[in-house]
C-alpha cells in the first residue's frame, strides 16, 4: 500500500471550502462561489483514515493515470493545474494551500500517485479519490505519535466566524470552545473512534462520527445552521437539548428570554426555574432573595444560595447592616441571608445557569445552589433599551467595539422604582455602570478579560406632606474590579484559568421614629418627644481570587480530566458602624445602648482548595464519573500534622474546616435514554452579623430601692462555625423520536450545625431586708450551630423541540418539595402560665440561692410541602419577526405544620385553650390556584423591537379564606396584582447601515 494510503487525509475546510462530503464534489471552477453544510451528513458517517481509504479503493483509477509533464521552478499551483487540463482531472483544492513557488519537476510515463507522492508529502499535503477522476488535497499535520488530535474551524452560513462554539467528545469528557477565529484544536486524544458535539447557542447541534489516528491531528470545519432569529436585538433561540448533557441538574436562562420577560433584575426570570414561584411582580420595591430547593423566608437557605458574576461571588458574608431601614415598603433586611437580587441588572447578562443539584468542587461556601451569571463581553451592537410598568422605570444602552486587538464592551444602567404613585418621596433609583476590556495574547494562547464596575444606590422614604415626618433611607455605592482569563497549553489539553476580584460597597442606612419621652437636654430646656434617628455606617469589603489547573490523560482506555485549584477570599466590614444620638437615643431614654464601630471587628478570611476527576471510559454503558472534593477552610489558624491520622482537622479554623467529598455520575443506556446520580456534601462559613453582633444592653430597675442598672451581654462568638449540609439524588433522562424529552429526578437534602438562637436568662441577686432574693432581668439569644434542615423533593420536566407545522414548542415542569426543621434545642420562659400546666422548672442554684425562676420547654417541629406545575407554550415566526409566550403556573397545594408551641396538661387546661392549642397543631393547607402571563416581543424595523407582557391577565387575585383562630376568618391574597410592562429597544448601528 502506498505511503499516502498511510496518511489521515484531512478534510478540506481551508478557507471558503467545506468539504463535508465525500460525493457531489463540483468541478474546480465552483469551488469558490459554493460551500458545504456539514449538517448535511448523516449523524453516524465517520471520517478517518480507513473510510477515506475505503472511498479511495472504490473510486476510479486516476491516480493510476500514466503522467509525462515537465516544469521548471513552477508554482505547485499551476503544475496541478496542468495535471488536470492535460488529463481530464478534477482537483478540489484551497488556492492557499498550493501557493508554493520554485517548484520543478520532470516525469514521463510514471503513475500519478508517484508524482503526487513526491511534490506533495515534502509541503505535508495529503490526497484521495473520492470519485471517479475527482481528486482532493488537504494539509496533514502530524503530531504525538502515540495519540491523535483534531482540529478546525467553524463558521456561520453568512461565513462569520463563531467565536465561544462548544466541542466535545462525547466519550471522554473533553472539550473545548472556539477562538475569537472560530478556531479550536484538541490534542492527546487516545485512537479510537468517538462522538463529536458541536454546538452553539442559537445553532443547529452537529453530532459527527469521528476516528482518531495515532500520530495525526485531523482537520474538520463545521458551518452551522442558524437556528435562532432576531426580533430586533432579542435572539431567538431555537430549542435546547431535549435532555440534559451534564450530570449535574440546573437550568440556562439566556439573554434572549431575559429580555422577552422584560427582568429588571435576576429574580424576574428565576420562576423559570423549576420550583421556583411567582410571588410578586417585576419590579424593584422591596428587597429580593431566593432560595433553590428551599424556603425564602429561611435565613439559612437564602444565605447559603451562592451567587457569581463572571467567576467573582457576590458576597453578601460581611453584611452587618443592623439597622437597615426594613419597613413593609423596603422589604426584609438581608442581613445574615441571601444577596439582594435587585442589585443585579439582568440586561446586561448572556446567560444565567442556575444549578439547583450538586454543584461542581469549583464553587465553594454554597449550601442552597448556584446562580451562574455572565455577562456580556466582546463586539456588539450599540444598542438602547426603555422598559415601562406600574413599578419600574428602565434605561440601558449597552455596545462593544474592537480597540486595537482587543474589544471594550459598555453597558449603562438606571432604574427606578415607584412603590405608590400617589406618593412622592418613596422611590428606589439604582445606577450601573460597566467597561470590560477583552484581549487574547501569544497566538490566542491567553484569553483575559478586565471589568470595572460601579453602581449607586439610593433606596429612600420621605413622603411629603408626612405628618409623621417619616424618614428611612438605604444608600450604597460600590466599585467593582475584576480580571478573569484562561491560558491554554500548546497541547490543546491542559489550561490554567484565573480570576481575580476586589468590591468595596459602602452602605449607609438610616432609620428614624417619633420618641415620646421626657429628656433634658444640655441648654437646660425639657422635650418630651424628639425625632430620634439610627445609622449604619460600614464598607463591605470582598477581595479574592482563584487559579485552576485543568489537564486531562489516559489509564488504559479510561481518561482522565482532572480540576486542581485554589480559591481565597477576604471578606471585612470597616467604618463607623451604628451611629446614633446617645442623648436623643433613637432607641429611647434610660436603654444604655451605645454605638458600635466596625473597625475592631477583625475580617474574615476563607480558604478553599479542589480537585476533581472526571472518569471517563466505557464498562456495559458509556460511563462519566465525576469524583472529587472541596477543603473549606473559614479563618485558618494553624497546620495540625495529627490531623493527618484523623486527630482533629489538617488545618484548623475559627469558624470550622469542612471537608466535602463530591460525586457525579452518568450512565448512557443508549442516545436516547441515560441515568444520573450525585452525592456529596457543601458548607458554608457563618456571617459576620451572627459571629460579631452588636451588644446587648438590658436595662433593670431595683423595685426596692428605684435604682438603675445596665447589664452588658458581649454577644461576640469569635469560634461560632459553619454548617454542612448533605445530598444526593437520582434523575433518570430519556428522548423520544429526537421530538420530546423526559427528564425525572428525585433527591434528599440534610443541613446540620445551621445557626439557631438559643434563650439564655438573665438573674440579679439582690440583698432585700438581710434575704438575698433573685430577680428576673431579661433573656438574650446566643446563636449555635445546633439547627437540623431536612428537604427532600420529586421534579420532573416534559419539553418537546420546536413544532414545525404550529411554530410552537412546549415545555411543563414539575416540583414537589418538603422541608422539615426537627424541634432542637429548647426556649425559656419566664412566666409560665400554672393554668395550662405550666410549672416553673428552670431552677437557678448558686451559693445563696436555690430557686425555681420561669422553665423551659422543647422546640416543636416544622414542616411545609408544596407541589407545582408550569406550563409554558412559546410560539415564533420569524418572517413576521413575532414571539409570543404563555405560561401558566398552577400551585396544586400548600400545606404546613407548626409544632412549635409551648405545651399544656390537656386535663389541667380548659377547653377553649385546648381546642385553640390542638387548631394551632393542625395541618393548614392552602387549595389549588392558577396564575396566567403573556409575553409578546415583535421586530418594528431593522434592529428595533418592541416587548409587551401582562402578568395575571385573568385579574385572579386567588383569595383563599380560611380560619386564623378557631373564632376568626381571614382573608389572603395569594396571587400578584393584575400588571403589564412594555420595553422598546433599537441597534443604531442598524440606521447607518
Known amino acids: ?32 462561489s459554493k460551500e458545504f453544510l456539514l449538517s ?105 505519535e502515540t495519540t491523535g488530535g483534531i482540529k478546525g474551524n467553524i463558521k456561520n452560513e453568512k461565513n462569520e466566524k463563531l467565536f465561544g462554539t462548544n466541542i466535545l467528545i462525547r466519550e471522554l469528557g473533553v472539550g473545548t470552545t472556539s477562538d475569537v477565529n472560530g478556531n479550536f484544536s484538541l490534542r492527546n486524544i487516545k485512537p479510537g473512534e468517538y462522538t463529536l458535539e458541536i454546538s452553539y447557542m442559537g445553532y443547529e447541534k452537529i453530532i459527527r462520527r469521528v476516528k482518531i489516528t495515532a500520530g495525526i491531528l485531523l482537520e474538520q470545519n463545521f458551518i452551522l445552521k442558524e437556528t ?75 444565605f447559603g444560595t ?64 448556584v446562580i451562574n451569571i455572565k455577562s456580556k463581553t466582546g463586539v456588539s451592537p450599540n444598542r438602547l433599551k426603555l422598559k415601562n410598568n406600574p413599578d419600574t422605570q428602565e434605561g440601558n444602552f449597552e455596545g462593544g467595539f474592537r480597540v486595537g486587538e482587543g474589544s471594550l464592551s459598555y453597558n449603562l444602567n438606571a432604574a427606578q422604582s415607584e412603590r405608590d404613585v400617589r406618593v412622592s418621596g418613596d422611590e428606589y433609583l439604582r445606577l450601573t455602570g460597566q467597561l470590560v476590556y477583552s484581549k487574547k495574547f501569544f497566538d490566542n494562547a491567553l484569553t483575559t478579560n478586565n ?109 482522565h480530566k482532572i480540576l486542581v485549584g485554589i480559591e481565597p477570599q477576604y471578606n471585612a466590614n470597616t467604618g463607623e458602624g451604628v451611629v446614633f444620638d446617645t442623648l436623643l437615643s433613637f432607641y429611647g431614654q434610660g436603654t444604655g445602648r451605645r454605638p458600635y464601630s466596625f473597625d475592631d471587628i477583625p ?28 477543603y473549606e477552610m473559614y479563618r485558618p489558624t494553624k497546620f495540625n500534622l495529627s490531623g493527618l491520622w484523623g486527630d482533629g482537622d489538617l488545618v484548623e479554623s475559627h469558624q470550622g474546616t469542612f471537608f466535602n467529598p463530591r460525586i457525579n455520575l452518568m450512565v448512557y443506556f443508549s442516545k436516547v435514554n441515560q441515568l444520573r446520580l ?42 461560632l462555625k459553619g454548617y454542612r449540609e448533605a445530598m444526593c439524588e437520582v434523575a433518570y433522562d430519556h428522548k423520544l423520536f429526537n421530538t420530546v424529552g423526559m427528564t425525572a429526578s428525585a433527591y434528599f437534602k440534610q443541613r446540620k450545625g445551621s445557626l439557631i438562637g438559643y434563650d439564655i436568662p438573665i438573674f440579679i441577686l439582690t440583698n432585700v431586708s438581710n434575704t438575698i432574693k433573685a430577680f428576673f432581668v431579661d433573656d438574650y439569644s446566643l446563636y449555635s450551630n445546633i439547627g437540623i434542615t431536612e428537604t427532600k423533593g420529586i421534579e420532573f420536566s416534559v419539553r418537546t423541540s420546536k413544532i414545525d407545522a404550529l411554530n410552537m414548542d412546549f415545555n411543563v415542569t414539575g416540583s414537589y418539595s418538603f422541608v422539615k426543621y426537627p424541634g432542637v434545642g429548647n426556649y425559656y420562659s419566664s412566666t409560665p402560665d400554672a393554668s395550662k400546666g405550666q410549672y416553673p422548672n428552670f431552677r437557678l442554684l448558686t451559693s445563696e440561692v436555690d430557686t425555681m425562676i420561669g422553665w423551659t420547654y422543647p422546640r416543636g417541629e416544622k414542616w411545609n410541602d408544596r407541589l407545582q406545575l408550569n406550563y409554558s407554550v412559546k410560539y415564533t415566526l ?52 392558577w396564575l396566567f402571563s403573556f409575553n409578546m416581543s415583535k421586530s418594528l424595523f431593522k434592529g428595533a423591537e418592541v416587548s409587551f407582557y401582562v402578568n395575571n391577565f385573568f385579574d385572579d387575585p386567588a383569595i383563599r379564606r380560611y380560619n386564623s383562630s378557631l373564632t376568626q376568618m381571614s382573608d389572603e391574597k395569594r396571587n400578584p396584582d393584575l400588571f403589564y410592562g412594555i420595553e422598546f429597544s433599537m441597534m443604531f448601528d442598524s440606521l447607518t447601515k
Open 1 to 32: 500500500m502506498h505511503s499516502h494510503l498511510r496518511v489521515l487525509v484531512i478534510i478540506i475546510c481551508l478557507s471558503n471550502i467545506q468539504f463535508a462530503a465525500f460525493q457531489n464534489i463540483p468541478d474546480p471552477e465552483e469551488i469558490n
Open 228 to 302: 435562532a432569529f432576531l426580533i430586533g436585538g432579542i435572539e431567538v433561540t431555537g430549542t435546547r437539548d431535549l435532555i440534559p448533557t451534564d450530570s449535574r441538574t440546573k437550568t440556562t436562562i439566556t439573554s434572549g428570554e431575559i429580555e422577552h420577560y422584560q427582568a429588571s433584575s435576576i429574580k424576574d426570570v428565576l420562576d423559570l426555574v423549576p420550583g421556583v414561584q411567582k410571588t410578586s411582580n417585576p419590579g424593584l420595591g422591596k428587597t429580593s432573595q431566593v432560595a433553590l430547593r428551599g424556603n425564602e423566608q429561611d435565613n439559612s437557605s437564602t
Open 678 to 719: 450525585s452525592a456529596g456534601s457543601s458548607s458554608k462559613s457563618p456571617p459576620m452579623s451572627r459571629i460579631y453582633p452588636q451588644v446587648d444592653v438590658m436595662p433593670w430597675r431595683n423595685p426596692y430601692t428605684g435604682n438603675n442598672l445596665y447589664i452588658r451581654n458581649n454577644l461576640h462568638q469569635p469560634d
Open 451 to 559: 471589568k470595572i464596575s460601579y453602581q449607586r444606590i439610593f433606596d429612600e422614604e420621605e413622603p411629603k406632606e408626612d405628618l409623621r415626618h417619616t424618614r428611612n433611607y438605604n444608600r450604597s455605592y460600590s466599585v467593582s474590579l475584576s480580571s478573569w482569563g484562561s491560558y491554554k497549553d500548546d497541547d490543546g489539553v491542559s489550561s490554567i484559568d484565573y480570576n481575580l476580584y476586589t468590591t468595596m460597597r459602602k452602605e449607609n442606612s438610616m432609620r428614624s421614629k417619633l420618641v415620646t419621652d421626657y429628656v433634658i437636654i444640655p441648654s437646660g430646656d425639657t422635650l418630651t418627644s424628639y425625632i430620634g434617628q439610627v445609622e449604619t455606617k460600614g464598607i463591605e469589603w470582598t477581595l479574592g481570587g482563584r487559579l485552576e489547573y485543568n489537564d486531562a490523560f489516559y489509564t488504559g482506555d479510561i481518561v
Open 40 to 144: 448535511d451528513l448523516k449523524e453516524d458517517e465517520v471520517f478517518d483514515y480507513q473510510s477515506i481509504g475505503n472511498l479511495k479503493k472504490n473510486a476510479g483509477n486516476s491516480l493510476s493515470t500514466l503522467i509525462t509533464i515537465q516544469m521548471s521552478s513552477a508554482n505547485l499551483t499551476d503544475i496541478i493545474k496542468s495535471i488536470a487540463r492535460e488529463n481530464k482531472i478534477n482537483f478540489v483544492y484551497d488556492d492557499r494551500l498550493l501557493n508554493i513557488r520554485g517548484v520543478t519537476i520532470n516525469y514521463e510515463d510514471k503513475p500519478l500517485y508517484e508524482l503526487l507522492d513526491e511534490i506533495l508529502s515534502i509541503h505535508n499535503i495529503s490526497y484521495y479519490e473520492f470519485a471517479p477522476g475527482e481528486i482532493a488535497l488537504a494539509k496533514q499535520i502530524r503530531i504525538d
Open 878 to 929: 420569524p418572517s413576521l419577526g413575532l414571539w409570543i409566550t404563555l405560561r401558566a403556573e398552577q400551585l396544586l397545594f400548600e400545606r404546613t405544620r407548626d409544632l412549635d408551641d409551648a405545651p399544656i396538661d390537656f386535663n389541667i387546661a380548659g377547653s377553649t385553650v385546648t381546642a385553640s392549642y390542638l387548631f394551632e397543631q393542625e395541618i393548614k393547607r392552602k387549595p389549588n390556584k
Open 306 to 369: 451562592l451567587v457569581v458574576i463572571d467567576g467573582a461571588p457576590v458576597s453578601n458574608n460581611a453584611n452587618m447592616q443592623f439597622e437597615r431601614a426594613s419597613t413593609a415598603n423596603f422589604g426584609s433586611n438581608n442581613m445574615g441571608a441571601g444577596v439582594d437580587l435587585r442589585t443585579i441588572p439582568a440586561d446586561n447578562i448572556q446567560n444565567i445557569e442556575i444549578t439547583t443539584g450538586l454543584p461542581s468542587v469549583k464553587y465553594g461556601d454554597a449550601t442552597s445552589g
Open 603 to 630: 475580617g474574615q478570611f476563607l480558604l478553599g482548595a479542589y480537585f476533581e476527576d472526571k472518569i471517563t471510559g466505557h464498562m456495559l454503558f458509556d460511563f462519566s464519573l465525576m469524583v472529587g472534593f472541596r
